[in-house]
Antibody
Framework: EVQLVESGGGLVQPGGSLRLSCAAS????????MHWVRQVTGKHLEWVAA???????HYPDSVKGRFTISRENAKNSFYLQMNSLRDGDAAVYYC?????????????WGKGTTVIVSS | EIVLTQSPATLSLSPGERATLSCRAS??????LVWYQQKPGQAPRLLIY???NRATGIPARFSGSGSGTDFTLTISSLEPEDFAVYYC?????????FGQGTKLEIK
């Protein structure tokens, strides 16, 4: 069964750090580009970070310099290190995967992990 | 960054009717436009990629069209399970961006 499972969400104070993890199973993880997408409750989706199968990374300006995406193909896992967290970063964070050449069309998704930023 | 504008924000229809959802891009995304369906409490589900290609397992009642800046998602005859929020997303240029969504609700 194709599956992505997120972990690492929780409550963090403004300015704090959190590391999200996403474990993959049921597909050839090393061939996939992997992404993080977030969603504030009741709001639209926002793309947060991507890492290609070759290790190239991309971020929107809203998180660039604060968030770092990485992957460990040997563990079928990838991560999102989030530093200097702000109120606006509070959301459900989904991990997703896309198989090149259809890069960016996420055909596998996790169920999400919730990040709460509050003092 | 490329801005995607979806319309209408809410669409009220009955089962069996035809649904037409629109997505307009602030600049050309060629055909690199993706559609997702999201139900409450669930992750998004890939429906259409590259404007008109159905993803694996997606029923034939879902179809996509368009190129450049104007795109349409059509559901030919609504089933009860189709009532959800639909998002478009461009994969032409970084940062990838999503539209604000169209909520398809039962009339």
């Amino acid at each position: 069964e194709v599956q992505l499972v997120e972990s690492g969400g929780g409550l963090v104070q403004p300015g704090g750090s959190l590391r999200l993890s996403c474990a993959a199973s049921g597909f050839t993880f090393s061939r996939y580009d992997m992404h993080w997408v977030r969603q504030v409750t009741g709001k639209h989706l926002e793309w947060v970070a991507a890492i290609g199968f070759a290790g190239d990374t991309h971020y929107p300006d809203s998180v660039k310099g604060r968030f770092t995406i990485s992957r460990e193909n040997a563990k079928n896992s990838f991560y999102l290190q989030m530093n200097s967290l702000r109120d606006g970063d509070a959301a459900v964070y989904y991990c997703g995967g896309a198989l090149p050449p259809i890069t960016g069309a996420l055909d596998v998704w996790g169920k999400g992990t919730t990040v709460i930023v509050s003092s | 960054e490329i801005v995607l504008t979806q319309s209408p924000a809410t669409l009220s229809l009955s089962p069996g009717e035809r649904a037409t959802l629109s997505c307009r891009a602030s600049q050309s995304v060629y055909n690199f436009l993706v559609w997702y369906q999201q139900k409450p409490g669930q992750a998004p589900r890939l429906l259409i990629y590259d404007a008109s290609n159905r993803a694996t397992g997606i029923p034939a009642r879902f179809s996509g069209s368009g190129s450049g800046t104007d795109f349409t998602l059509t559901i030919s005859s609504l089933e009860p399970e189709d009532f959800a929020v639909y998002y478009c997303q461009q994969r032409t240029d970084w940062p990838y961006t999503f539209g604000q969504g169209t909520k398809l609700e039962i009339k």
